[in-house]
């Protein structure tokens, strides 16, 4: 397992369970072209882009190279790295018939692929930060389970500029990817003064 500092950048969530095989990462959806409409989740990744960077791995299809040029509108080059594709003929397993282009995408690429695909993107491997953010952290902070939960991860969430909707979960997995265990107190005590 490769361990990447990049947050990665796929279409879908079948492409996010098959990248999470190969590498530890903060792995987003765009939701395919939800991210046109998404206005919250541009911020965050324009946010995200300059604190760690990202991976743009979208299909080989006309519709990946449509989002990934989305993508690249909004968010400065210097912080993307992107990987492509090959061009490799198939159909993804959970699927009937073949893609309109009758092209494998994220999804149908094998692990061995993707991990050559992120050596050769150059992805940062890093080393852990230290001990994890855990449930039982968000829990004790009142960040969830308990009454009130839901404002003060709203106040988190908006001091670390991310999308409104994120569930618990899913913002235990940005806290572990962008920030050390020392960071994230840090901000859970500039809310608890606000």
């Known amino acids: 397992m490769i361990k990447i500092k990049e947050a990665v950048i796929v279409e879908g969530k079948y492409d996010k369970m098959q990248l999470s095989k190969v590498c530890d ?11 046109f409409r998404d206005k919250d989740k541009r911020e965050f990744l324009k946010a995200l882009a300059q604190r760690q960077g990202l991976i743009i791995l979208t299909d080989s ?20 790295k992107n990987i492509y594709i090959p061009d490799i003929k198939g159909k993804e397993k959970r699927k009937d018939k073949p893609s309109k282009e009758g092209l494998l995408g994220v999804e149908g690429i094998d692990e061995e692929t993707l991990a050559l695909l992120l050596k050769e993107a150059e992805a940062t491997c890093t080393e852990p930060k230290g ?38 979960n899913s913002l235990l997995e940005i806290l572990n990817s962008a920030y050390t265990r020392e960071e994230f107190f840090e901000f859970c005590e500039k809310i608890a003064t606000v």
């Open 61 to 80: 299809d006309r519709a990946g190279f449509v989002i990934r040029s989305h993508l690249k509108s909004f968010i400065p080059q210097e912080y993307i």
């Open 25 to 35: 990462a903060l792995i987003i959806t765009t939701d395919g072209f939800r991210i």
């Open 131 to 168: 001990p994890p953010i855990t449930k039982a952290d968000l829990y004790s902070l009142g960040l969830s389970g308990q009454e009130g939960s839901s404002l003060l991860r709203q106040a988190l969430i908006k001091e670390l500029s991310l999308p409104s909707r994120l569930s618990a």
